[in-house]
Each structure stands twice: as C-alpha cells, then as structure tokens.
C-alpha cells in the first residue's frame, strides 16, 4: 500500500549531502527507494552546508530530512543542524542519517535527537519502512 494513503498525505523527505564529501551514489539510491514506496523525495545535491539544508528542508515544509554522511563529520554536523533546527523553531522535523557512521557514535547522535542511523550496508527500504511507521504513529490519536 503506498505510504500516502495510508499516513492521509504524501510525506516529504529531502535528502541532503553535507560538507565536501563527493559520494553520493548511496544517497541516490536511498531517494529513488523513498520515491518508489510513496515519499516526495527533494535532493538537494553534494557539497550542502548545514545551513543550506535547514533552509530547504523550512522551506520545502519537509517532514524528515535525511543526511547521508560519509566524510566522518557527522557529530560535528548533527549538533550545528539541531542548533539550526531549534533556532528556526523546527525541531518537528524528524533526522535520519546514513553512510559512513561507526556503531560507537551511533549513541550520541541519538541523544543529539537523530530518530534512527542507518550504517553503509543496511536494506535501502529500511529508511522508508522507519519513516513510515513512525509517521504512522504520530498520526495516531
């Protein structure tokens, strides 16, 4: 069942590459299978900086954003996008974050308030199975 009929709208997910890294075959494919299961999908292209993304994600009134970092920045660049998030009274919008992130720091971005962290290797429908439930269950009464 698409994800649209079942959350009663189309759920938006912008994908974004942070900082210099230039891979992004993985985030390509984790927006192709988003935009197959349902979701509108914006992609916002390499070399990103954090306030660029918070920008578009307000902007593009997205419900996740997704980051797929593979340059081994992720603490540095999570903790600016919270900041950004809080500053601009956004905090509602759901991060996930993908690519290169080894299992020890997997904690602390949770604690930052990254939903879920999806290592290099994972299902590519992983990430929207997640969103989607957990979509579906803030829709809930």
């Known amino acids: 069942m698409e ?3 079942t ?14 890294d230039g891979h992004d075959r ?10 197959d299961a349902g979701f509108e999908v914006i992609y916002t292209g390499l070399h990103q900086t954090v306030e660029m993304i918070v920008e578009a994600a307000i902007q593009e009134d997205v419900d996740v954003i997704g980051l797929s970092i593979m340059s081994g920045a992720h603490l540095p660049i999570c903790q600016k996008l919270f900041q950004l998030l809080k500053e601009k ?4 919008i759901m ?4 690519g290169v992130i080894p299992s020890r720091d997997i904690p602390a ?4 308030g990254v939903k879920e962290v999806f290592p290099g290797g ?3 429908h992983a990430p929207a199975s997640f969103i989607k439930q957990q979509l579906s ?3 809930m009464p």
């Open 7 to 20: 959350l009663k709208r189309t759920p938006r997910v912008l994908v974004a590459k942070p900082g210099l």
């Open 3 to 5: 994800v649209a009929l």
């Open 122 to 124: 994972s299902d590519i």
């Open 137 to 139: 269950a803030e829709a």
């Open 26 to 35: 993985g985030a390509k494919v984790i927006a192709h299978a988003l935009k």
């Open 95 to 98: 991060v996930l974050v993908g």
């Open 109 to 112: 971005l949770k604690a930052m």
């Open 89 to 92: 009274g956004a905090t509602d």
